[in-house]
């Protein structure tokens, strides 16, 4: 037997939106473009950077404007050159307008470097600020790059080097950045390749010339000293590789200085072409166990127009691929953007990798309303060593792609957020910058143990926050505690309307309930029992205190029980309290059992505590909230936690669980006479339904019968309803509460048989079995019962003529008239047992005689009548014609010739005219369809007259 009462851990079925989780969208700090322009691309770029404890302000976020005029006073003449503000955050909120970054307020001059490296800038266009990254601890290092920065190495030579603008740790002061420009080496500009072929010119290729270095650009760790890393997918005519900073001295140094980058050359690297574009994203991590170096990725998203992402270290100027990773489809952009997550928790970093113009098959040729819908893939990290293990794809039930929308390009941005809810494994959001009509959606997906979960746990769109927002999702920064309550919070960019938004996390806590019943087993008799309840919270950096709204039901399902408290009874009470952490609240549950005359006792009585924080700064609205502040310290209850919990007490059923009787019912039947069952022999018929169980008792057992419409019951059995309406035909039975295990229930059931319409084949009874339990053979507990029936009819025809003897005499010759009139009369019964819906009686009538001098017709027929309970029917004829009653023929000659039967007649002169005798006799066939006959009582009749012209026949007497 079970061990008896038990608790149930139930998640909650909460009907939430996708925004509903621990990011805030309700108090989000949007941020507009301080130029107050839509047309320079504000929020292509976005970067958190914490500050160190006790500063004034605890964050600042950089948002990037690369197509921004600047307003330094040497750079008023340049178009476009790109700018970068910097906004000074306090707890997530905007403390004063966001200012432009010095990071470089010179014009287009020209610099001779220490090196002897010389440069003239060209910032026209250069894109500054396209490219913003920030090292992940507290004013740690920035990055700000201008891809599209010009060298103007003669006064008509435009090199697009690209530059980028590093500060150390520190505040961002006038002239703190230095200048990086690694591509500005003379003699490696371009270079001719030498040909193949003796005798022919080699071709030029551009290897820096064209490199644009900071089209991506990440803050690493290896052997425990920062890297900066840059993205320069223009190097040796678009092959493309990456620029790597390493830093002088240690991290725990509060200065760096970065020496020479390390340029590796893509020339030999097989498998990257020509416009491949390696570099286009750029990171990099420690991904073979216990070895602490970081090994680099980069996408390369136009390789054999797929997309490509490697997996390579680098060793002075040698690029070393060990990995390589290839997109599935053709123009879907493979390695546009990429991010390493540890998604599944154990420790090794994993990759996700965005494909944001991969696409849904069109439906035909002609459809284009599919397309650039965008994807990831997740990669597990499977690596035992450098020369052992993969990277494992995530199946195709596992793909990613948002909400599927057309166009929406979901992927442009990947970013890990950290564990943004603190469970233990890393997150990611995804944006989709023109889904939703251009707004812009972005996704954020949980780390799980075998990737990321396929389900977006928050779907934050544009139009949520700010109506006004467009291109919301272009950029998305790290995850980074700006406000210290532990909790990752991100930005998100939306260039296309000049915006940046600051979203901010709630702590997450976890319910824990409990509930002891006083009895492990309820009795059938029992009235009453007690239960304690007990709830508490617990969480990561959870608050030490939250107020809980719990609410207590008493079987909810089936409301059998309800709780006795000091105002009554009640199935369901709530009440507040305040929670201290992983400190439990107790209540004592007075439960009373109710009862009826129809009890489930198969199912458990279920006591049910639902625990939900007391707290209105943090529920689900559904406008953005205006005024007031977000609330740091406000937790949300985590919706994969047990926020249900449910007690199930059983009832002692003598079955081996508690919690459901395995059954077994089987039905069969017994009929009260032999078949098949002739129509009409009876007036009801008896018929006996068998349920055998023979298994565990069975509770609530019922018997369903659907019964022919035309054998309506008798009477109701005892314990059986009939329905109404639409199921007026069927019998319900209760049979047991419970039906004894190796026990058989009966119904007897008398169905009317007096209007089975003749001719009926069979009739069925459709029987179904239930239980409360779990039936062991649902096959036997469904019966068609056929019932075989028979029409058996005794038909006979009896008839008459109302004068019985005709005589004419052939010597009298004065006699007014040679026509004789007959009425014959026919009688139709049937004897059953069975009515009869129709009958058909035929009747031949010989009315012409053939000899070898002519035809005679001798004998006219006027239309019969036929009728049945005073109903008249038609009756058919053919072979010949009515007469009409009403003409009278006159007295022909009595010279006529006779036929000559005389000779041939019988001693008793008897003439038999027989319509067998084809040859000389034809016969009218008359064919009345008649019915119904029910019984002996009510025959059908059937009358006509005749009128025969007898001396026709001969000059004697005859006997007709």
């Known amino acids: 037997m079970a061990s008896g009462a038990f608790v149930a851990l139930t998640a909650a079925l909460l009907v939430l939106r996708a925004q509903a989780f621990n990011i805030d969208t309700d108090f989000a700090t949007v941020i507009r473009n301080p130029h107050r322009s839509s047309d320079n691309y504000f929020g292509f770029s976005v970067a958190l950077r914490r500050a160190l404890p006790g500063t004034a302000w605890n964050s600042w976020l950089l948002v990037g404007a690369p197509r921004a005029n600047s307003t330094f006073p040497q750079q008023v003449d340049l178009k476009e050159p790109g700018v970068v503000f910097e906004c000074r955050l306090q707890d997530g909120q905007l403390e004063n307008q966001c200012s432009t970054l010095p990071f470089d307020p ?110 991506s650009a990440q803050f690493v760790k290896s052997n425990n000293r920062s890297e900066l890393i840059i993205g320069a997918p223009g190097v040796f005519d678009g092959k493309g590789t990456l620029v790597r900073y390493r830093s002088l001295e240690n991290d725990a140094q509060q200065t760096t200085t970065y020496l020479v980058p390390d340029i590796p050359s893509p020339k030999d690297v097989k498998s990257i072409p020509y416009l491949g574009y390696l570099g286009y994203s750029v990171d990099a991590a420690q991904f073979f166990p216990g070895d602490s170096s970081a090994y680099y990725v980069s996408g390369a998203p136009r390789v054999n127009y797929r997309g490509k992402v490697l997996l390579y270290s680098v060793t002075d100027s040698d690029l070393q691929v060990l990995y390589e990773l290839e997109g599935h489809q053709m123009g879907e952009y493979f390695g546009a953007s990429l991010c390493i997550a540890d998604v599944t928790g154990d420790g090794q970093p994993d990759l996700i990798v965005g494909a944001p113009q991969h696409s849904l098959p069109a439906l035909s040729s002609a459809d284009y309303s599919q397309g650039d819908e965008g994807r990831i893939y997740v990669f597990i990290n499977e690596f035992v060593s450098r020369r052992q293990g993969s990277f494992r794809t995530m199946g195709n039930k596992f793909q990613l792609m948002g909400s599927k929308k057309a166009g929406a390009r979901f992927g442009t941005t990947v970013v890990s957020l950290g564990d943004i809810n603190l469970d233990g494994y890393d997150d990611v959001a995804v944006g989709a910058p023109y889904e939703d009509e251009n707004r812009g959606v972005v996704y954020v997906y949980h780390g799980r143990k075998f990737g990321l979960e396929p389900i977006a746990a928050q779907r934050i769109a544009a139009r949520d926050v700010d109506n006004s927002i467009l291109g919301f999702g272009m950029s998305i920064t790290k995850g980074t505690d700006i406000d210290e309550n532990h909790y990752p919070d991100f930005a998100v960019g939306a260039y296309t309307s000049g915006h940046a938004v600051v979203f901010r996390s709630h702590p997450v806590v976890v319910f824990n309930g409990n509930i002891r019943p006083s009895v492990e087993r309820i009795s059938f008799n029992a009235t009453e029992f007690k239960a304690n309840a007990c709830v508490s919270f617990n969480g990561n950096k959870a608050p030490k205190f939250i107020d809980a709204k719990i609410t207590v039901n008493a079987d909810p399902t089936f409301k059998r029980a309800v709780f006795v408290t000091s105002n009554g009874k009640t199935n369901s009470f709530s009440f507040t309290t305040r929670l201290k952490l992983q400190t439990p609240v107790c209540q004592e549950l007075n439960v009373e059992i109710i009862k009826t005359s129809n009890q489930d006792f198969s199912k458990p009585i279920d006591l049910q505590i639902i625990s939900e924080i007391d707290n209105s700064k943090v529920r689900t609205r559904r406008k953005r909230q205006t005024g007031g502040r977000f609330c740091k310290s406000c937790a949300i209850i985590d919706p994969n936690s047990l926020a249900t919990v449910t007690a199930r007490v059983p009832y002692s059923t003598g079955c081996k669980r508690d919690d459901v009787c395995e059954t077994d019912l089987k039905i069969k039947s017994k009929l009260g006479q032999n078949t098949p069952v002739a129509i009409g022999s009876v007036k009801r018929l008896e018929v006996e339904v068998q349920i055998e169980n023979s298994g565990e008792p069975a509770f609530l057992a019922q018997v369903t019968i659907q019964l022919p419409p035309n054998a309506p019951l008798a009477r109701v059995p005892k314990n059986c309803l009939e329905g109404r309406g639409k199921n007026e035909n069927t019998l319900s039975c209760d049979i047991g509460n419970p039906l004894p295990a190796k026990s058989m229930a009966k119904i007897p059931l008398e169905l009317e048989f007096e209007n089975i319409a003749p001719g009926t084949k069979s009739l069925t009874l459709i029987i179904n079995s239930t239980s409360a339990g779990d039936d062991l053979n649902l096959a036997d507990n469904f019966k068609n019962l056929t019932i075989p029936l028979v029409t058996e009819a005794d038909i006979s025809v009896s008839g008459k003529s109302l004068m019985s003897n005709y005589f004419i005499d052939w010597h009298n010759e004065s006699a007014s008239s040679d026509i004789t009139s007959f009425h014959h009369v026919y009688e139709v019964f049937n004897y059953g047992p069975s009515p009869v819906d129709k009958v058909k009686i035929t009747m031949a009538i010989p009315y012409k005689i053939s000899t070898k001098r002519k035809e005679v017709t001798f004998l006219e027929v006027m239309q019969p009548r036929a009728s049945l309970d005073g109903e008249d029917f038609l009756c058919s004829m053919t072979g010949g014609t009515y007469s009409d009653l009403s003409s009278r023929r006159s007295r022909r000659s009595t010279k006529e010739v006779a036929l000559g039967y005389e000779g041939h007649l019988p001693a008793n002169r008897t003439l038999f005219i027989n319509c067998t005798d084809a040859q000389e006799v034809q016969c009218m066939v008359i064919e009345c369809l008649i019915g119904p006959l029910k019984g002996p009582n009510n025959p059908a009749i059937i009358s006509f007259f005749l009128r025969a012209d007898i001396k026709k026949l001969g000059k004697k007497h005859f006997q007709i």
């Open 106 to 215: 010179t014009g287009n001059d020209r610099e001779v470097r220490s090196n002897g490296f010389s440069f003239h800038h060209k910032k026209d266009h250069a894109w500054l600020g396209s490219t913003i990254a920030v090292e992940d601890e507290p004013n740690g290092r920035t990055v700000i790059c201008g891809p599209r920065w010009v060298n103007q190495y003669y006064s008509d030579v435009y090199l697009m080097n690209g530059v980028c603008y590093w500060y150390d740790r520190g505040s961002y002061m006038v002239n703190a950045a230095q200048i990086l420009t690694p591509l500005i080496e003379k003699n490696k500009q371009a270079f001719n390749i030498p040909s193949d072929t003796p005798g022919l010119p080699g071709s030029k290729v551009f290897n820096y010339a064209y490199g644009g270095a900071g089209v």
